[in-house]
């Protein structure tokens, strides 16, 4: 086979791996996480899985109770609050966005046990009301933990308590607590006087 020839043989195949190779990346998203798209333009957040440690974690930074409504925005697969249900025997309610995730979720909490303590349903965390929560749990990028900072603040009650994985909540809101679990960090806060008196001052959402 002439130089030539093999040249453009190579580079063909360069080409057609390039293009092929995304395009299974796509649809392995797809099947895995029941996105439209990778990031599908309604999902904040793809889904990474909390460490199982990291959610006991949390639920013990929290000190949650059995007395505690737990909520977790963006569930995911539901580990945070079926952590909470077991460890603490608290009752919780997990929203997401995504169907897949929170069929998957039911399933996980079935099977763990807990189903007659938890809830699982699709929402929007900017848009529903969550202010019946006495702990709230979190896994979100840093944005979005920063978009949720002042709606947290105008619904949640004073004593209630936010937990977050890896993402703090900015300056604006310092962790009270902050401790390593395994590789993770996470920050503890409670809602204060404080924060609803600079909740009345914020305007409410109109893009959400």
Not at 19 to 36: R, S
Not at 158 to 165: E, K, L, Q, T, Y
């Amino acid at each position: 086979m002439s130089s030539p020839k093999r040249t453009s043989l190579t580079i063909a195949a360069f080409v057609f791996v390039a293009v092929l190779i995304p395009i299974i990346v796509i649809v392995t998203a797809k099947n895995q996480f029941g996105l439209d798209e990778m990031m599908g333009p309604e999902l904040d957040a793809g889904f990474i899985a909390t460490w199982p440690e990291t959610a006991d974690g949390m639920v013990k930074l929290a000190d949650v109770n059995k007395d505690d409504l737990v909520y977790d925005l963006g569930c995911g697969d539901g580990r945070i609050v079926i952590a909470a249900a077991k460890l603490r025997g608290a009752h919780g309610i997990g929203l997401d966005l995504n169907p897949k995730r929170v069929e998957e979720a039911k399933a996980n909490a079935k099977a763990a046990g807990v189903e007659h303590l938890t809830e699982f349903k699709l929402g929007n965390f900017y848009k529903d009301d969550f202010s019946d929560a006495t702990v709230v749990m979190l896994y979100l990028p840093q944005s979005i933990n920063y978009e949720l900072r002042p709606i947290l603040w105008k619904q949640l009650k004073v004593g209630a308590r936010v937990v977050s994985n890896e993402s703090d909540m900015g300056p604006e809101w310092p962790a009270e607590k902050i401790e390593k679990v395994g590789t993770k960090t996470i920050y503890y806060w409670t809602i204060t006087e404080e924060q609803k008196r600079k909740a009345a001052l914020i305007p409410d959402r109109t893009d959400a």
